[in-house]
Every structure is written in C-alpha cells, then in structure tokens.
C-alpha cells in the first residue's frame, strides 16, 4: 500500500471514527484499522530528487515491509512520515495520518509542510557557514559582540563579551538557560519567556552566566535565535530571506513559513516548517559534502566542521547544532550525526552507509525518540 492507498486508509479511519461527516470528533489511533503495507516506489517528481526502489538500492522489502506494518498497527505511535534516500535515490517516501502539534488530525502527503522544530538549528548552522563562505562571517573565533552592536551594554564589562559565534554553535555559552524542565506553555520554561518577550535576544543574552563560555554543554534555544540575528547583521538579509536566495534556492525549496516572534524576530531556533522530502534533499546535501547537482551551496570544509565533536555532557556528543549518533552495523561502529527536533522530528545522516532517513511526527513525551529504535531495529537491518 503506496501514498495513495494510506490516505484512502486514512479517510476510511475518519469515517469509522466520526459516524458521520459532520468532522466534530477527530479519531484515534485506536479507530485505526490495522492493515498490511504493500511497497510502492517513490513518485518522481520535480523536486530534484531521483528515485528507485529499495531492493535495487541494498535495502530488503521485507525488513521495510515491517517497519512500516508496525506505523499502521500502532507499534510505533503517531508518525506522520518515514522517508529513506540510499544511494542518493529516495527509495522510501510515506506518510500517514495522525494528530499534529495542536491537537488536530491531518491526512498527511508529501506536499504538506511540517514542523521541524528544533530541526531548524541544523539549517541555521548552515547558513552561518554559507555566511562564513561569502566572507560575510570572518570566522566562529568571532566574538558575537562584534555582529551585535544594538546589544553593546550587555556585553560591555561582563564575561558576556568572550563569547564567540563557535559557542552558540555548539551550545556552550555558559549562560542559564532552561527549556526542558517545564511545559511548553508554562513562563517558567526559557524558551517560552523568550518567544514571548519583547526582544527575543535581549531576553536571551541577559540571563545569568553560569560558566565561562567553551567549558559546558547546555541546550539553548536562545543561542540558536542569536545566531539568526548574527547572520542577519551580517548579511543584511533575515535568515529566512538568505535561506531563500542562497540555501533554499539551490536546492529547489520552492514552499516553506519560518514563524517569526512577536518583535518579527526569525525564530531560527525551531520556527521552520517544511516537507519531509525537503528535510531529505537537506540530509543528502550534507551527505555529499555540501554539493547539491553541479553547485557547492556550502562549503565541504563547513560539513566536516559541523559534525565534529565541539561538546560533550552525559550521553551527549554535539557538534554545530548537530547531534552526533553512533550505531553497530554487521558489528562495527557506524559514526553519523542528526538534526533533532521536539515531538519527533529527525534527518539521519550516515555517510558510510550513503544512507538518509527522515521521520516526522508528534510525540511530546518520552516516545518522541522512536525514531531512533525505527533506524536501528529496521532501516540498519534492512541494509545489505
């Protein structure tokens, strides 16, 4: 059962579960009905990406046929997408209905954008590095001072002002910050206060220093939102218009909304939506060394920098807002890095596998990461 038939699926659900059409109750996944999954290769379209099928790109049918029974049955909850591009050919692409963000149930197709979430920090780096390419950005040795002349009394006489751009790159600041403790709708919750604050970096800038920059890792949405003001002095462009001229543009991303906070800051630290197919041309340009077709669109020197360790903690590798990944596969250590982001949202990349694999979906709670047992029980099994 290809797209088209997981959407006729899908439509089936809604009716069973409404009784009626009249679209008040939205059903569960429960009202589901299980069924089992027929292999269709990918459509080409237009969007630059070549496709195959997955026996002839080294992947095994049944292996896939599996994985993607256990989407349908509800083994794995509430994903919206699971794509794979092996060889540099999409070989899997498809998506299912299931409950977004806000509550709402959407029949989901390769042409609806998604939330990426904090996916969108990897694309940021990016185009830090494509800022640095152009000379824009001399360098991540930079003090961030030096781009942010309109936050100068913050940085005047404080420890703020040995902060460079490779420490928010790697989220290690030394500033407080604190977006995991707390609901996405309390105030208390970093991220929340900013988002909702009148000057987004300001807010972010101002909070305590808790160690001196370069020495500790902690995860800073507020890091990857001064980052876009920088390229944005920088460049003068808001990221989402140098995204659009310099990194959306080569690779043929035609449709996408990049929420802005309430001052019309870009969030770029999780405000991106995209289509999945999208997320994988990005994942393939990192594979390929930055190259997409015939046009270096940020420099291979960029890629390798990006997905080296700069940070670590506890069960955490990090490198410019890249999480780094190892694997075992046929019993050796497989090294790859993701872009990671809240509710299950991921680009797998694995150079020595020539493997990308993307997955949307919304899982706020501790089945966000299902993703990750998906690649390791089934994509890297399926592989020969």
């Given at each position: 059962?290809?797209?088209?038939?997981l959407?006729?699926?899908?439509?089936s659900a809604?009716?069973?579960?409404?009784?009626?059409?009249?679209?008040?109750?939205?059903?569960?996944?429960?009202?589901?009905?299980s069924?089992?999954?027929?292999?269709?290769?990918?459509?080409?379209?237009?969007d630059?990406?070549?496709?195959?099928?997955?026996?002839?790109?080294?992947?095994?049918?049944?292996?896939?046929?599996?994985?993607?029974?256990?989407?349908?049955?509800g083994?794995?909850?509430?994903i919206?997408?699971?794509?794979?591009?092996?060889?540099g050919?999409l070989?899997?692409?498809?998506y299912?209905?299931?409950?977004?963000?806000?509550?709402?149930?959407?029949?989901?197709d390769?042409?609806?954008l998604?939330?990426?979430?904090?996916?969108?920090?990897s694309?940021?780096?990016?185009?830090?590095?494509?800022a640095?390419?152009?000379?824009?950005?001399?360098?991540?040795?930079?003090?961030?001072?030096?781009?942010?002349?309109e936050?100068?009394?913050?940085?005047?006489?404080?420890?703020?002002?040995?902060?460079?751009?490779?420490?928010?790159?790697?989220?290690?600041?030394?500033?407080?910050?604190?977006?995991?403790?707390?609901?996405?709708?309390?105030?208390?919750?970093?991220?929340?206060?900013?988002?909702?604050?009148?000057?987004?970096?300001?807010?972010?800038?101002?909070l305590?220093?808790?160690?001196?920059?370069?020495?500790?890792?902690r995860y800073?949405?507020?890091?990857?939102?001064?980052?876009?003001?920088?390229?944005?002095n920088?460049?003068?462009?808001?990221?989402?218009?140098?995204a659009?001229?310099?990194?959306?543009?080569p690779?043929?991303?035609?449709?996408?909304?990049?929420?802005?906070?309430?001052?019309?800051?870009?969030?770029?630290?999780?405000?991106l939506?995209?289509?999945?197919?999208?997320?994988?041309?990005?994942?393939?340009?990192?594979?390929?060394?930055?190259?997409?077709?015939?046009?270096?669109?940020?420099?291979?020197?960029?890629?390798?920098?990006?997905?080296?360790?700069?940070?670590?903690?506890?069960?955490?590798?990090?490198?410019?807002?890249?999480?780094?990944d190892?694997?075992?596969?046929?019993?050796?250590?497989?090294?790859?890095y993701?872009a990671?982001?809240?509710?299950?949202?991921?680009?797998?990349?694995?150079?020595?596998?020539?493997?990308?694999?993307?997955?949307?979906?919304?899982?706020?709670?501790?089945?966000a990461?299902?993703?990750?047992?998906m690649?390791?029980?089934?994509?890297?099994?399926?592989?020969?």
């Amino acid at each position: 059962m290809g797209r088209r038939a997981l959407q006729l699926l899908a439509a089936s659900a809604v009716l069973a579960a409404t009784g009626a059409c009249d679209g008040e109750r939205q059903p569960s996944e429960s009202s589901q009905p299980s069924t089992s999954y027929t292999y269709d290769v990918p459509e080409r379209t237009d969007d630059g990406l070549a496709t195959g099928h997955l026996s002839d790109h080294g992947l095994d049918l049944q292996r896939i046929t599996q994985l993607i029974d256990g989407t349908l049955d509800g083994t794995y909850v509430n994903i919206h997408s699971v794509l794979i591009v092996r060889h540099g050919v999409l070989v899997l692409d498809e998506y299912f209905p299931g409950r977004d963000y806000d509550g709402s149930y959407t029949v989901w197709d390769r042409d609806i954008l998604h939330t990426l979430q904090s996916v969108t920090k990897s694309y940021n780096s990016a185009l830090v590095g494509i800022a640095i390419d152009q000379g824009r950005i001399e360098s991540v040795d930079d003090k961030i001072s030096t781009y942010l002349p309109e936050y100068a009394d913050i940085f005047e006489g404080s420890e703020r002002d040995s902060i460079r751009i490779e420490h928010l790159l790697a989220m290690t600041a030394g500033l407080y910050w604190d977006e995991w403790t707390y609901p996405n709708d309390d105030i208390r919750n970093t991220n929340v206060a900013m988002a909702r604050s009148p000057d987004p970096v300001r807010y972010a800038l101002e909070l305590p220093v808790l160690a001196p920059p370069g020495t500790t890792f902690r995860y800073n949405s507020g890091m990857a939102i001064t980052l876009g003001r920088i390229v944005h002095n920088a460049t003068g462009l808001e990221p989402d218009e140098f995204a659009e001229q310099y990194l959306f543009g080569p690779l043929g991303i035609t449709d996408y909304y990049w929420y802005r906070c309430s001052d019309g800051t870009v969030h770029t630290g999780g405000g991106l939506w995209l289509r999945p197919r999208d997320m994988a041309k990005f994942g393939l340009l990192f594979l390929n060394g930055g190259r997409w077709g015939d046009e270096q669109v940020v420099s291979e020197a960029w890629v390798n920098e990006s997905v080296q360790p700069h940070a670590q903690a506890p069960g955490v590798r990090y490198g410019y807002q890249w999480w780094l990944d190892a694997y075992r596969f046929s019993g050796q250590r497989i090294d790859g890095y993701s872009a990671r982001g809240r509710g299950g949202q991921y680009i797998f990349v694995l150079p020595d596998l020539d493997l990308v694999a993307v997955f949307t979906g919304w899982n706020d709670n501790e089945v966000a990461a299902q993703a990750h047992e998906m690649l390791r029980d089934y994509v890297l099994l399926a592989l020969r």
